[in-house]
């Protein structure tokens, strides 16, 4: 018989069982707590308008009001004026327009001597061509006054140099002719000089800025004078032939004439030379042109005759030398 527990209540007699109690404690009365309120923060007051974060008046002070003329006007002392505003603005304007003339000037500089030396490369490099062909030119003078020897004597050689200078004394006698009568037009002719020497320098100046092409150019000069020498001595006209290659002669006067072929070394320091004479020449023919005074009335029939000299002398000459011309007999 299982025995009762002696923990257990007996139970009543005559009823059911009573309900066992519950293992657990007793829940039914005691409350449950109160929950628990969210913490309520106060709100951060809003500022009437935004600051500005430069200063102590607010951001929107210059959005007022449109009627208000307060709103965006500078106080007194916090900056420049007007007129200080506008004399800066002058000064910047100076500057900008000074650094402008000023680069302009580097820049003209910098490609002025990047021509040079662009120019002087070039030069060097036609240097050898242009001494053999002036060398060439020197030795057919050489053998073709060899070859007119044989046909012309001394006394008629020495006539046929004297044809030329006789034709330009000529012209010397009438141009100083003119020069003795119009004495009043002296600082004329001073100034007519000075022109002709300025002329001449800026010639040799601008010769020397692109020396090579002016030396081809003096050279093939040349070579249209060897070809009319030539075609002189092979038609048996011995005596122009020999004029055109003498020394002293059109070929000669060629050859000698400016710009040289110089040693590249030496083309910048006569490029400056050139133009430092050219500026010197102009200048005195600006001071003379300035100094100058009305010139009198021209001698115009003198002059008239001297141009007529000075245009013909070429025709006279060759006419003159025709003269001297052996006899195709004496030729032969």
């Known amino acids: ?14 009823g059911p069982a009573a309900p066992a109690a519950p293992v657990g404690p007793d829940t039914h009365h005691i409350a449950a707590p109160a929950a628990t309120e969210a913490p309520q923060t106060e709100p951060k007051p809003k500022p009437d308008k935004p600051v500005a974060a430069t200063g102590d008046a607010p951001a929107g002070a210059a959005q007022g009001d449109e009627g208000s003329g307060a709103a965006g006007a500078t106080e007194p002392g916090d900056g420049p004026n007007e007129s200080e505003l506008r004399d800066e603005i002058e000064r910047a304007k ?11 000037a580097l820049e003209a500089e910098r490609k002025a001597q990047q021509a040079a030396s662009k120019a002087i490369s070039d030069y ?57 009568a119009d004495v009043a037009g002296a600082a004329k002719r001073d100034i007519e000089a000075a022109k002709a020497e300025a002329s001449a320098a800026k010639r040799r100046a601008d010769a020397l800025k692109r020396p090579a092409a002016a030396i081809r150019d003096r050279l093939a000069a040349a070579d249209a004078l060897r070809s009319e020498a030539k075609k002189a001595s092979d038609a048996g006209n011995y005596a122009l032939a020999y004029w055109l290659i003498m020394d002293g002669g059109p070929i000669d006067r060629k050859l000698r004439e400016e710009p040289s072929v110089l040693p590249p ?3 910048k320091s006569a490029a400056d030379g050139a133009a430092a004479a050219q500026a010197e020449a102009e200048g005195r023919a600006a001071r003379l042109q300035d100094e100058a005074k009305q010139a009198e009335a021209s001698l115009q029939a003198d002059r008239a005759e001297l141009a007529k000299l000075t245009a013909g002398l070429d025709s006279r000459v060759r006419t003159d030398l025709a003269a001297l011309n052996p006899k195709p007999a004496e030729a032969a």
Do not use: W
């Open 1 to 14: 018989m299982a025995q009762d527990d002696p923990n257990e209540p007996p139970a009543p007699q005559g």
């Open 265 to 267: 070394s030496d083309l």
């Open 94 to 104: 100076r500057t900008i327009q000074a650094n402008t003339e000023r680069l302009a």
């Open 124 to 180: 060097a490099a036609e240097r050898p061509s242009l001494l053999a062909h002036e060398e060439d030119l020197r030795k057919y003078r050489a053998a073709e006054a060899s070859f007119l020897a044989q046909f012309l004597d001394q006394e008629t050689i020495r006539r046929i140099e004297q044809v030329e200078s006789e034709a330009r004394a000529q012209i010397d006698r009438v141009a100083a002719r003119i020069a003795a």
